[in-house]
């Protein structure tokens, strides 16, 4: 007969071999396998404003436009694994990078070479890199001549108003923000080749990002708010994730702008006003203008 202490015994060996058993599937690269998987925002194109969508001003599109091939295993049907995505190989440095963002009277004006502050990956991409199968971008990162004479202090619009193709704002880091999508009106940040810095240069040679590149600035001001990251082209701010301290923005608590009234650091300044956040989640930056976007060449 097994008295009740060996019982117990047993049962401690037991738990503790079972533990050791798992330490070295975690170590060995268990938890690896348990990756990150959004939902692509294909399809979600609209014509009007709506919350999760696009307002694109470019309704039709071509599958035959340039750009990007099939994609490899990171993308299942409407499921995106990121980090089984190629990057770009390269970290280029721009020595020559120039921004300045300045405020006279009533407008904010922001001039730019558009080269990043940050590093980035080497474009044209190389026959050797993982990406070019995928991807054959055969564009120079060029400088750019940008003067966006923005309101300094935005207002909301009427009606709010559809995104264009390229340029829908800029980052203080230096790079053009575009919306979320391909020349082929598929989610760019699924299908497309980007760097590390979550960017890479169109036919022009313009560098831009399509979503919450870590290009951009990331984590909390002083506020426990998420940093600024640029502006938009209606001059309304666009900022990290975090809203405060423990809460992260998500699309259900943003409106079909992809924003939201709430305090946040204006010109040195905490002022309650309207302003978007980037996300994980599809459009990712901006799904419509809520104020007036300024005309751009």
């Known amino acids: ?55 694109s001003c470019q309704q039709q599109f071509s599958e035959t436009a340039p750009g990007a091939g099939d994609p490899g295993d990171w993308v299942d049907g409407k499921k995106l694994t990121p980090d089984l995505k190629p990057i770009v190989d390269g970290k280029v440095t721009w020595d020559d990078h120039r921004i300045t963002i300045r405020t006279s009277g009533d407008e904010r004006i922001i001039s730019s070479n558009n080269l990043p502050k940050h590093k980035t990956g080497t474009f044209p991409i190389d026959p050797d890199d993982d990406a070019y199968q995928y991807d054959r971008n055969p564009n120079e990162i060029e400088p750019q001549k940008i003067k966006l004479v923005l309101p300094k202090t935005p207002e909301i619009a009427k009606e709010p108003s559809c995104v ?46 399509h979503d919450m590149a870590k290009g951009h600035p990331d984590g909390r001001d002083e506020t426990g708010h998420g940093k600024l990251v640029g502006y938009a082209l209606d001059g309304f701010g666009i900022y990290a994730e975090h809203e405060s301290k423990n809460k992260i923005m998500k699309n259900k608590k943003l409106d079909e702008c992809h924003g939201h009234v709430g305090e946040v650091l204006w010109d040195g300044k905490v002022k309650e006003m309207y302003h978007y956040h980037l996300t994980w989640q599809y459009p990712y930056s901006i799904g419509c203008f809520r104020g007036t976007p300024v005309e751009i060449d």
């Open 164 to 209: 264009p193709m390229g340029m829908i704002g800029f980052s203080i880091k230096g790079g053009a923000i575009y919306n979320a999508l391909d020349a082929r009106g598929r989610d760019a940040a699924a299908y497309e080749m980007l760097d590390k810095w979550g960017g890479h240069p169109q036919a022009d040679g313009q560098y831009h990002y």
């Open 1 to 55: 007969m097994f008295r009740e202490t060996d019982i117990m015994r047993a049962k401690t060996i037991a738990s503790k071999a079972a533990q050791l058993a798992f330490i070295p599937a975690v170590l060995l690269g268990t938890a690896a396998q348990a990756h990150e998987v959004r939902n692509i925002g294909d399809g979600r194109i609209s014509s009007e404003p709506e919350v999760g969508s696009l307002f």
